[in-house]
């Protein structure tokens, strides 16, 4: 992939992830918690939106941990 539209996408998500931070401080569900939360929650905002997809990383992340569990025991 071309460096430039890496960088375009990378920038992208990281844009849109700090705009959905300050939305949810001043706005949002969690509007009472620190701003560093909702930061943290902007990183992740697709699973935020969706919560489809906060299932699905949950799943392959226990998926990983089994399989590092599985690996390092051998």
Do not use: D
């Amino acid at each position: 992939m071309n460096s430039s539209i890496k960088t375009a996408l990378i920038g992208g998500y990281l844009t849109i992830g700090f705009f959905f931070a300050v939305y949810q401080h001043f706005w949002g569900q969690y509007s009472y918690k620190p701003f560093m939360f909702n930061i943290g929650q902007g990183l992740v905002w697709p699973a935020m939106l969706f919560p489809s997809v906060g299932k699905f990383i949950g799943g392959v992340l226990i998926l990983l941990f089994i399989g590092a569990l599985t690996l390092r025991s051998r």
